[in-house]
């Protein structure tokens, strides 16, 4: 008896220790957080700002902007109580938010002034540590590098003849159908990918496959990490691991193989067409001279006939970007406009502010490329970045928006039969629904 008496007060001991180290534990964690959330004066951190939840933030207030309150409504509620720079907590690290030009030049500009990637914790599980997006210093000077040389130009014109031809086969069953134009597109990149950048044609069933995990896999890189059943992230996680399972064995072949290429992911925007049917003479006089010629392929030098089909480019990217901006991580104290940015906190640099200041684009809610009809100016116009991190995919997007338009423009009229269900923000910004066109032949 006496025995049982002291095993159980050996566990009755044991409970209690281990009760204490736990709340000894969360007491550290809590007093760190709270430190955190009122960090500021002696280290002239920007004194404006909210940090919202504990732990948490103010993520879930951004990550869940839809169309009834978008992210641009976001930014001007925290715009007109803080100014154009101000501190939040998001996606688990304090964060500093910037948007103005000498802001966003700090941001971009100077490679070595202690700035890494900045990646999301989730985004390093999703991707990988070793994606581009994840790399820092020499390791990502030389993959960028690798990756810009074959996606700019002078490589794509390589490209181009496959993929006009791969364009043509697709769009050519739209007369006289209704079509999901954002899955017909996605299907159409799909195909233009796997043909030219693993070099080999894959069934239709596996592409259907990969469409179908690619997007829960991106949905998941700026979700909140928590990996259980039902969530975002873990939605994510087991779409990049069934990725995996599919595309290592097709990788595997073709490191061995010598006509092995770079896979790289581009990107296609939702164009309000309307402002091209009243501007068809364009794309017709295009493809007459060339029906004329007998050379009825897309071409490079096409780009510079589409000047207003490249001007709606422009003006989507600058009203709706697939991105809201870019995020870095302080690697050590920094200062700048008297603010010291203290090591560990992210910086985000957001873009929409700039592409939507009527300073530098009058009457900013209205959708006019004739504002492009000089070059856009570098230091407004950042739908891609800048600096050593400028998106590698610039040139291929512009060449396959533009050269889709063309085709499209140029052999149909379409009417919208969906109705509009708004768009969702984070991780990308992407249509809440189908959007369907009902497309006709042209005469």
């Not at 599980?125 to 002078?154: C, R, W, Y």
């Not at 396959?400 to 109705?419: A, D, M, N, P, Q």
Request: with cysteine; hydrophobic share 40%.
């Amino acid at each position: 008896m006496e025995g049982g008496d002291l095993e159980l007060g050996n566990l009755w001991g044991f409970a209690n220790a281990l009760q204490l180290t736990v709340t000894i534990l969360l007491g550290l964690i809590i007093l760190r957080a709270c430190r955190t959330w009122h960090l500021q004066g002696s280290r002239s951190i920007p004194s404006k700002g909210s940090f919202g939840w504990p732990i948490i933030g103010e993520t879930v207030g951004v990550i869940s902007c839809n169309s009834s309150y978008p992210f641009d409504s976001w930014l001007a509620d925290h715009t007109k109580r803080f100014g154009t720079m101000f501190k939040s907590h998001l996606f688990m690290k304090p964060s500093i938010i910037l948007m103005k030009p000498d802001e966003l030049k700090y941001f971009f500009d100077d490679p070595d002034k202690g700035l890494d990637s900045g990646a999301p914790w989730a985004l390093k599980q999703i991707f990988g540590a070793k994606s581009v997006l994840a790399m820092n210093g020499n390791e990502h000077t030389k993959m960028h590098k690798l990756l810009a040389d074959s996606l700019m130009i002078p490589e794509l014109r390589k490209k181009l003849p496959e993929m006009d031809r791969l364009m043509l086969q697709s769009i050519s069953k739209w007369g006289g159908n209704t079509v999901e134009v954002l899955d017909a597109l996605q299907d159409m990149l799909l195909k233009f990918m796997t043909l030219n950048f693993f070099g080999i044609p894959w069934e239709d069933k596996l592409g259907a496959q990969i469409v179908s995990l690619l997007f829960p896999a991106l949905l998941g890189i700026t979700s909140i990490p928590v990996y259980f059943p039902g969530t975002t992230f873990y939605k994510a996680v087991q779409a990049r691991r069934q990725l995996n399972a599919l595309l290592m064995p097709i990788i595997g072949a073709l490191r061995s193989s010598e006509t092995t290429e770079i896979l790289k992911y581009a990107k296609l925007e939702r164009f309000p067409y309307q402002n091209l049917l009243e501007h068809e003479a364009e794309t017709d006089a295009v493809r007459k001279k060339k029906e004329e010629s007998g050379d009825t392929a897309f071409s490079i030098s096409d780009l510079k006939e589409l000047k207003y089909t490249t001007q709606v480019y422009h003006e989507v990217l600058r009203i709706t970007n697939i991105t809201p901006g870019a995020s870095r991580t302080a690697t050590k104290d920094l200062t700048f406009n008297g603010y010291v940015m203290p090591k560990g906190w992210r910086l985000l640099a957001v873009l929409s502010p700039l592409h939507k200041d009527p300073e530098h684009f009058p009457e900013p809610s209205k959708f006019d490329p004739d504002r492009f009809l000089m070059p856009p100016n570098p230091k407004t116009y950042l739908p891609f970045g800048r600096g050593n991190r400028t998106c590698v995919g610039r040139d291929i997007t512009k060449l396959l928006v533009v050269s889709t338009l063309y085709h499209i423009c140029s052999r149909f009229t379409w009417k919208i039969v969906s109705e509009d269900k708004g768009m969702y923000y984070f991780p990308v910004v992407r249509l809440a629904g189908k959007y369907e066109l009902a497309f006709s032949p042209r005469s």
